[in-house]
């Protein structure tokens, strides 16, 4: 069922464990009843707002004869080339992705999303993914639903609405960074090869008609939205010369912070993935002459080399950076944060101010970026993660807003050079029109 897809992108199922040797886990038991619990509500909720979207306008239907009566629902494809180019996922499996084809005036124009859902740092948390949908396509969906920047509907997506479209599945635990050479040489328990899928996928793309694009932008949420930034020069060199070429990464600019505790807790965690899946070879290379490789996995030391045109979708309080960056579960060992983390609304002013803090340390290191003439960014001040795949959040009558528009109307603006589109939000608890997660609900 497509709802299943839902929680896999709202809450990573694996969010940063410690590193080997400690006895700590970041997420405890009850936190994740808290969180399925969390989840079935929203699915609840969102099931019921997404309804004025699905009653389909008449034009779009019409107007593309193919779309069958569950135009939402996109069937997996397998690479078909995964076996010639050693492209698998963490099990060996054979990775994929979901392909809705444009048509009309968007029929020469194609958008990539890249799927999330955290890294694996260590063997046995990889081990433990390759028996997960993160891991292996034999759990995947034999199809999908197609939301918010995905949407064929032109109300909930008014811009890329008859793009070919495709979401791209993640597999490899490491935002398709990962290479071979780091595997075991004694067996072939755990497969790194996300920059082998990544060659695979584009190759498989580029002949059912990529090659062919006018226009092009590679997206992604989460770990998909740090994928994104990390390959979008790479992206744009594979694409035709004349075609135009531009990157959103959504909620991917994780932060190189520590932790209330004051320890490096994401630095530990981004230097061990990076280390046992052989990153650095899939990172840039000016950032790997000035610092060590795994700082090079952080978007803040290497935004400024990318050269292809670039927007941020990003929450300041990003409650994934929130909960597993600045107060991972170690870090309060008397849960004085819990309700904190799980309502923003719950947060006393002494937690808001370390909030504060958090979304000061965002825009200080965005502060370069906001220069960029070819760049954009939305930065509103919600409890939210990824925000561009659901229609709630990408484009809705309800959904949140800047100077009053929604972010696919910035996104738009600035995808089409119709104006400036650099907006960040004032401090929560400012916005009315955001959409914060609550993980109270239903409990
Ligand atoms: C295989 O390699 C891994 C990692 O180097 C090591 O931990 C493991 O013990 C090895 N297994 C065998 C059977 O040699
Ligand atoms: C905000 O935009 C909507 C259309 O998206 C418009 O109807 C409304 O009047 C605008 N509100 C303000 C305050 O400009």
Redesign the pocket.
């Known amino acids: 069922m497509a709802n299943q897809q839902r929680p896999t992108h709202l809450h990573h199922p694996t969010p940063p464990r410690p590193r080997l040797g400690s006895c700590l886990t970041s997420w405890s038991k009850r936190d994740w009843t808290i969180v399925a619990a969390a989840v079935a509500v929203i699915i609840l909720t969102l099931a019921h707002t997404s309804r004025y979207s699905s009653s389909l306008n008449n034009k779009s239907s019409t107007s593309n004869p193919s779309l069958s009566s569950h135009p939402d629902f996109v069937p997996f494809t397998p690479l078909a080339n995964a076996h010639q180019k050693f492209a698998f996922c963490l099990d060996g499996s054979v990775p994929g992705y979901h392909l809705q084809k444009g048509f009309g005036s968007g029929s020469q124009n194609w958008l990539l999303h890249i799927e999330g859902g955290g890294w694996c740092n260590t063997?046995a948390s990889c081990l433990s993914r390759k028996r997960t949908v993160l891991g292996s396509s034999k759990y995947m969906d034999s199809q999908v639903q197609f939301s918010g920047i995905l949407s064929h509907d032109p109300l909930q997506n008014p811009d890329f609405f008859n793009w070919n479209k495709v979401k791209i599945r993640y597999c490899d635990g490491a935002s398709f960074a990962g290479h071979p050479e780091s595997e075991?040489?004694?067996?072939t328990?755990l497969f790194f090869r996300g920059q082998l899928i990544l060659d695979a996928l584009m190759d498989q793309l580029l002949s059912v008609g990529l090659f062919d694009a006018r226009q092009a932008l590679l997206t992604g949420c989460s770990a998909g939205g740090l994928a994104t930034l990390i390959h979008c020069d790479y992206f744009h060199e594979v694409l035709p010369k004349d075609a135009n070429v531009k990157c959103l990464a959504d909620a991917g600019f994780f932060l190189n912070e520590k932790d209330i505790a004051g320890k490096q807790t994401i630095e530990n965690f981004y230097h061990d993935v990076v280390h046992l899946q052989g990153i650095a070879k899939s990172l840039n290379k000016d950032c790997l002459s000035r610092m060590e490789p795994h700082k090079c996995f952080f978007p803040e030391e290497f935004i400024k080399n990318i050269k292809t045109p670039l927007f941020l979708v990003h929450p300041a309080y990003d409650f994934w950076q929130i909960r597993n960056i600045l107060i991972p579960d170690e870090s309060d060992p008397q849960q004085s944060w819990l309700r904190c983390k799980l309502n923003i609304f719950k947060c006393n002013p002494s937690q808001l101010e370390v909030l504060q803090g958090f979304r000061n340390s965002l825009l200080n290191r965005l502060s370069e970026f906001q220069q960029n003439k070819e760049g954009g960014m939305f930065i509103n001040s919600c409890y939210v993660h990824c925000q561009t795949w659901m229609a709630e959040t990408w484009h809705s009558p309800s959904s949140p807003r800047i100077n009053n528009k929604t972010i696919a109307e910035t996104v738009g603006d600035w995808y089409f050079n119709r104006k400036t589109a650099k907006e960040i939000d004032c401090p929560f608890p400012c916005n009315p029109t955001c959409y914060n997660m609550d993980f109270l609900r239903g409990l």
């Open positions: 063997i075991f040489k004694n067996g328990e």
